[in-house]
Nanobody, 130 residues
């Protein structure tokens, strides 16, 4: 059974850091692209960062470039999102999701959109506030 489970969210002050984890079950990270997405109240869900299935290619939203880093561990069946220099506008419900496609190379950046991903975790709250 395919399952994605997020963890690591919480409340952090502006300028702080958090690392989100997405543990996956029922499939291989080597055959599916994984993305992190977020949705703030009253806004549409947006792509934050995505990572390719097998070639390590990554993509980031302009708003998080230089602050967030996506990575994965095939042995631990997990994908991570390291978030540094957090801003109040990063406050949102964060989701990880699996694409049904491997999505390699430069396409990982151009397709980092909710419409390209099909199986979703339940989401975890990140709140950046003083």
């Amino acid at each position: 059974q395919v399952q994605l489970v997020e963890s690591g969210g919480g409340l952090v002050q502006p300028g702080g850091s958090l690392r989100l984890s997405c543990e996956v079950y029922g499939f291989s990270l080597g055959t599916h692209a994984i993305g992190w997405f977020r949705q703030a109240p009253g806004k549409e869900r947006e792509g934050v960062s995505c990572i390719s299935s097998a070639d390590g290619a990554t993509g980031y939203a302009d708003s998080v470039k230089g602050r967030f880093t996506i990575s994965k561990d095939h042995v631990k069946h997990a994908v991570y999102l390291q978030m540094n220099s957090l801003l109040p506008e990063d406050t949102a419900l964060y989701f990880c999701a699996r694409s049904h496609d491997p999505i390699r190379g430069a396409r990982i950046a151009t397709t980092c959109s909710p419409t390209a991903y099909h199986d979703w975790g339940q989401g975890i709250q990140v709140t950046v506030s003083s």
